[in-house]
């Protein structure tokens, strides 16, 4: 196999950006097989690494990371907002093989909406200020506060998202003098490598590499003595194998775990008003989405209606193979996520709950497709409710009291987003304030801005990113004090 690290710059001027030479860019002839998850072809093939491919990448990165660190603040913007322009000229192909790869359909809140908030995140991160804060300065004392480039950063992405999360990562380590070392999930590598390529068009080499593999390639990066932080997004499971595996050299992390987001509907809404945005906020992505709508609580006296009008909506989302123009939801990445999103609405279907759509995947059909689901009458317990699903199945729970809907909000022990929908504003921002979430949005979840913080409670993990939170995230404070 030839050397997984990709971090060839390529010619803008001479080499349009296509589909198919954006993809030979990526792809070994003799690696492992990436299959389209809407129909079980094979999309590409990719060479995976080993431990000796991360100790070079590391290696090249501690390399590169003093000059890259020695250049002004605006020529890493300015080559940040070259990135952004190469990334919006790529923008068709890099959808593509999105859509191809993880399933997601090229429209609606999916792979051409991921490949644009790419750009839009890069921009943001250029234009996020981190002034030099004076703390004391009172005639005796003179102390300012600065923020210092922490040294290489890995980069630990996961299959949902996979574009905009490595974005996410790499544009803030990068703007703040780190080199970084991207390690994508063995479902999604091409589009990661693929957006790699087209960003090493503009950066110096060797600030940006990613080496492709398995868990193993993200144990070896996560406890590897030549990375100062790690900047991690998946499972809280796989966030305690990282706390674990960084001990040893003290890194700095950022850990963005997921959860099991709750929505509160109090009784004073307009249950045909809210359903487009609780249907988006459940099934952004088809439900695989970190921050997610996973469980729904809504008062009795608008149950039925707020059920009626979700399956409406829910009716008129057509699901299938991302090329296709009309779709808006597509299939689980992979077939680990359709069994379990199976499993529990099994769970739910065999616990009595009424299924009101969905739960009936056609077995025969090639892909990991699975309808979308909307599941009423069930009890906080069920397995559905109580475990993060991170598919096209959303349990809606009925409540009376909403001292009972916060306390079935707050029992588990994640807390990544939440949401409240009311008409009372003000009421509603008094429920919020009552939840364990690191974000509550009102009448909306789950929406994202380059320049609002974003971070977990509880097992969620912890860290901010975006804006100038997540600027400080990847670098080290320093006082200068005289
Ligand atoms: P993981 O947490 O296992 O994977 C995320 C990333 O971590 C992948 O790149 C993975 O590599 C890597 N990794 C795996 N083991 C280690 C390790 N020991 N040290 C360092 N890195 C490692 O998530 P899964 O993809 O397996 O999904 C499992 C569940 O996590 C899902 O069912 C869902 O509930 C949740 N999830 C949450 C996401 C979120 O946005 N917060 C995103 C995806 C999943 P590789 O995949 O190549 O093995």
């Not at 090229?106 to 790419?118: I, K, M, Q, S």
């Not at 589009?191 to 144990?219: F, I, K, M, R, W």
């Not at 529990?344 to 025969?364: F, K, N, Q, W, Y």
């Amino acid at each position: 196999m030839t050397t997984p690290t990709v971090a060839t710059p390529v010619d803008t001027a001479s080499d349009t950006p296509t589909y198919e030479r954006l993809l030979t860019a990526v792809t070994d002839p003799d690696g492992r097989e990436v299959l389209d998850p809407a129909t079980g072809e094979v999309v590409g093939r990719v060479a995976f690494g080993s431990a000796a491919d991360v100790d070079r990448a590391v290696a090249t990165a501690r390399a590169a990371q003093p000059a890259w660190a020695a250049r002004a603040d605006s020529e890493r913007i300015d080559l940040l907002l070259k990135a952004a322009d190469a990334i919006d000229a790529a923008a068709e192909p890099l959808a593509e093989l999105l859509s191809r790869e993880q399933g997601k359909p090229l429209n609606g809140p999916n792979a051409r909406f991921e490949v644009g908030a790419c750009s839009a995140w890069l921009r943001a991160t250029a234009a996020t200020e981190l002034p030099v804060e004076t703390v004391v300065d009172d005639g005796d004392t003179h102390a300012e506060l600065h923020y210092r480039p922490v040294g290489v950063v890995g980069a630990i992405g996961p299959w949902n998202w996979p574009m905009m999360i490595t974005i996410w990562q790499v544009a803030p380590a990068l703007r703040m003098g780190n080199t970084v070392v991207v390690k994508p999930s063995e479902h999604t590598p091409l589009s990661v490598l693929a957006l790699l390529h087209v960003l090493n068009g503009v950066l110096p080499a060797d600030v940006l590499t990613g080496v492709a593999g398995e868990g193993d390639v993200g144990a070896r990066l996560s406890s590897h003595a030549g990375v100062d932080k790690v900047m991690f997004t998946g499972s809280t499971a796989t966030g305690q194998a990282i706390i674990k595996s960084s001990a040893e050299t003290v890194k700095r992390l950022t850990l963005e775990l997921g959860g099991n987001d709750a929505g509160i509907v109090l009784p004073d809404v307009d249950p045909k008003a809210i359903a487009e945005g609780l249907f988006w906020g459940a099934f952004i992505n088809t439900g695989q989405t970190c921050a997610a709508l996973k469980r729904l609580y809504v008062h009795t006296d608008v149950y039925d209606e707020v059920c009626a009008a979700l399956v409406e909506v829910a009716k008129a989302m057509p699901m299938g193979r991302g090329l296709d123009e009309q779709n808006v939801l597509g299939p689980l990445q992979n077939r680990a996520q359709y069994e379990i999103v199976a499993r529990l609405v099994e769970a739910a279907r065999d616990s009595g709950a009424t299924i009101l759509t969905g739960g009936d995947p056609d077995t025969d059909a090639p892909g990991h497709f699975y309808p979308t689901t909307l599941v009423a009458d069930i009890d906080d317990q069920n397995p559905l409710v109580a475990e993060e699903q991170f598919g096209p199945a959303l349990p809606i729970v009925r409540y009376d009291d909403l001292e009972e809907a916060v306390a079935m909000a707050n029992r588990l022990d994640v807390g990544l987003g939440a949401s409240v929908w009311s008409s009372d504003r003000d009421a509603a921002r008094a429920v919020a304030a009552r939840l364990e979430a690191g974000t509550v949005w009102i009448n909306a979840h789950g929406g994202v801005h380059p320049m609002i913080p974003f971070g977990g409670h509880k097992r969620s993990g912890y860290g901010l990113e975006f804006g100038a939170e997540g600027l400080k995230a990847v670098a080290v404070p320093q006082v200068i004090n005289g």
